[in-house]
């Protein structure tokens, strides 16, 4: 075994995508959590409006090529389940809040409602934009579509 440099004596993955054999290796940092933070945040939309999830936000933020989402959260008031779906021109939203809990669901285009704990479905209007988005010319640059 050739020699290794402080970086892979320290991470959790080698430069080959093999995990480090060592005693440090670890999957509990912010790097590795971070992309799933950032999908339960954005994508489904689930944020915590109190310390211990007593109060929730539930913003999906359908973009791109997503047409759905289903994801789940232990919270220490109990489960917290978001699934979301784009059918033609309609979202639907189905959302479980945990007991002694309130949610703070915004649907895109729509007013924030608040709902208590229990199961809850929304079904609204919505028409995924086109992807991908059209560039936005600023009116001091010229383009092609520019009629003389």
């Known amino acids: 075994m050739g020699a290794t440099t402080i970086w892979e004596r320290w991470d959790s993955m080698l430069p ?23 999908m339960h945040v954005n994508i489904a939309g689930l ?19 997503l047409t759905s989402c289903h994801a789940r959260l232990l919270s220490p008031y109990g489960m917290i389940d978001i699934n979301w779906r784009l059918d033609g021109e309609k979202m639907y939203l189905e959302a479980l809040v945990p007991g002694n809990t309130t949610a703070e669901v915004t649907l895109p285009g729509h ?16 028409k995924a934009p086109t992807w991908p988005p059209l560039p936005i010319y600023p009116p001091f640059i010229p383009h092609d579509d520019d009629e003389p």
Not at 54 to 63: F, S
Not at 111 to 126: I, L, N
């Open 16 to 38: 080959d995508g093999s995990v480090n054999p060592s005693n440090m290796t670890s999957f509990n940092h912010y790097a590795l959590g971070s992309v799933a933070n950032w």
């Open 47 to 65: 944020h915590p409006l109190e310390p211990g999830w007593k109060r929730i936000r539930v913003r999906p933020m359908p973009g791109g090529k």
């Open 111 to 126: 007013d924030t409602q608040e709902v208590g704990s229990g199961r809850h479905k929304f079904v609204v209007a919505h």
